[in-house]
């Protein structure tokens, strides 16, 4: 059973547009949330982090915000650039980000369009 | 700064061989995490160690399966006898093991079993 899911496998945005990446999960006791990027041929890269007791965090383009009534999360991107074509992890842990092992989603595949 | 470094890159093996997957974990991070990537599992952790003592191998999937690190600069990830269904890609991440700290992920092994 997927305790983090991302239920868009791909997502189109147009370049200059908000892109919004949305992420749920089902285990309570998760209270670190983390997203990563990832190229092809290449390992993921962290890219900004949640932790529980918060309910946004912003770095520069990028903002992500944390419902934990509803176990949701979503990734704001804006604007969106060509380089931001990639693929978004979800990752959840019970520790933190780099304390514990990870549980992914298995992630969405965004493409920005010129 | 030099980051995660794996070898090999890909490894092309048949059915039944000894495969082994090698992993230097950046400077100063304590903590290190095996993960696999596959189309049906996403990224899911195998190990992983904090100051080169496993503390949770519970992701690895079989006792064909085992991971070493001798080292705080050195770990292993051995596949023996390797099968088909062991092909994906592996990845190695380091962590000083902060909770506020992210993983970072080496580029990963292309692992294909004929």
């Known amino acids: 059973d997927q305790q983090v899911k991302q239920n868009s496998p791909s997502l189109s945005v147009q370049e200059g547009r908000i892109s919004i990446l949305n992420c749920d999960y089902t285990n309570s006791m998760f209270d670190y949330f983390l997203w990563y990027k990832k190229y092809p041929a290449e390992g993921p890269t962290f890219l900004i982090s949640i932790s529980s007791i918060k309910d946004k965090n912003e770095d520069g383009r990028f903002t992500v915000f944390l419902n934990k009534s509803a176990k949701h999360l979503s990734l704001h991107i804006v604007p969106s650039q060509?380089?931001?074509?990639?693929?978004?992890?979800?990752a959840a842990s019970k520790i933190g980000g780099g304390a514990d092992g990870l549980t992914f989603g298995k992630g969405t595949h965004l493409i920005i369009q010129p | 700064d030099a980051g995660v470094i794996q070898s090999p890159r890909h490894e092309v093996t048949e059915m039944g061989q000894e495969v082994t997957l090698r992993?230097?974990?950046?400077?100063?991070?304590?903590?290190?995490?095996?993960?696999?990537?596959?189309?049906?599992?996403?990224?899911?952790?195998?190990?992983y160690f904090n100051n080169n003592v496993p503390i949770d191998d519970s992701g690895m999937p079989e006792d064909r399966f085992s991971a070493k690190m001798p080292n705080a600069s050195f770990?292993?990830?051995?596949?023996?006898?390797?099968?088909?269904?062991?092909?994906?890609?592996?990845?190695?991440a380091s962590s000083s093991g902060s909770r506020v700290q992210p993983q970072h992920f080496g580029d990963g092994t292309r692992l294909s079993i004929l």
């Open chain 1, 82 to 90: 060509p380089g931001d074509s990639a693929v978004y992890f979800c």
């Open chain 2, 75 to 92: 770990s292993t990830l051995k596949i023996q006898p390797s099968e088909p269904r062991d092909s994906a890609v592996y990845f190695c």
């Open chain 2, 23 to 47: 992993c230097k974990p950046i400077s100063g991070h304590n903590s290190l995490f095996w993960y696999r990537q596959t189309m049906m599992r996403g990224l899911e952790l195998l190990i």
